[in-house]
């Protein structure tokens, strides 16, 4: 605007002195013109700046609150993580916990089954038992069924006892051998030494290994160590048949005691 002013002054100027020409007119107008497009053109320029800045500003702006929030969920990811370690050390911990308490229960099982193992072999000692039965001429069959029959049905567990033993010893690679041996731990179940019962059982699941019996053997085990007072081995085992032998009608029958004892 100032050179605008400058040039007006000028051909007033020029006027007044009486010395203007047509041709200093059209130049000082075109002068005039210049310098509008270049005032026009210093007030785009300024615009122009003035909305770029804005724009870098608010872009800027922009920018600086999408780092913020990111480092945001940055620092509440490593919150999370740090949660998610600690959980995974407390479990890490009452897992070796848990084992600790599992080895010590299998121990002390261990050391309660030798304990009675060596009860038993004392009372072996002070009351021995007449020697079983083996009559000549009997099939295995025949002693086999025999046997069942006494313990079952006329239930006289001591006799049946003697007669499952003799077949035992007689034919020990019977099919049936393991089925004997379960039948002999009922029959001390039976008369409620439960001591010799225990011991039986534990027999029957170290010869036999998977064999279907072996879930009825733990289960009766678990039953007489809790007729012997003893809960923990008692829940010890029911939890065993349930672990080896998860489709067996015996697993159904374990849940359900260890449910009833609360465990």
């Not at 313990?151 to 001591?158: G, N």
């Not at 002999?184 to 409620?192: F, L, N, P, S, V």
């Amino acid at each position: 605007m100032q050179s605008k002013h400058l040039v007006l002054l000028s051909m007033l100027s020029l006027v007044l002195a009486g010395c203007v020409t047509e041709r200093d007119l059209q130049v000082q107008r075109d002068l005039m013109d210049m310098t509008r497009r270049l005032d026009h053109m210093e007030r785009s320029l300024k615009a122009v700046q003035e909305e770029t800045a804005g724009g870098i500003k608010g872009r800027i702006d922009t920018l600086t609150r999408s780092q913020a929030e990111q480092q945001a969920g940055l620092d509440g990811l490593r919150v999370d993580m740090q949660g998610v370690q600690g959980r995974f050390d407390d479990l890490g911990r009452a897992d070796a916990t848990l084992r600790q308490d599992v080895t010590l229960l299998k121990d002390e099982f261990g050391l309660q089954v030798a304990d009675l193992g060596q009860r038993v072999a004392r009372l072996e000692q002070l009351q021995p038992g007449a020697q079983a039965p083996t009559p000549p001429g009997e099939s295995a069959d025949e002693l086999y069924e025999k046997a069942l029959q006494i313990i079952r049905d006329k239930q006289e567990p001591a006799a049946g006892r003697e007669l499952m033993s003799a077949f035992l010893q007689r034919y020990p690679g019977d099919p049936r051998a393991v089925n004997a041996a379960y039948w002999i731990g009922e029959t001390y179940y039976a008369e409620k030494a439960f001591d010799k019962a225990v011991l039986q059982f534990e027999d029957v699941i170290q010869k036999y290994g998977d064999d279907p019996k072996v879930a009825s053997a733990l289960y009766k085990q678990a039953l007489a160590f809790d007729a012997l007072k003893d809960r923990k081995s008692a829940r010890l085992v029911m939890k065993k048949v349930i672990e080896r032998f998860p489709l067996a009608e015996e697993t159904k029958k374990a849940r359900e005691k260890l449910k009833e004892w609360g465990s």
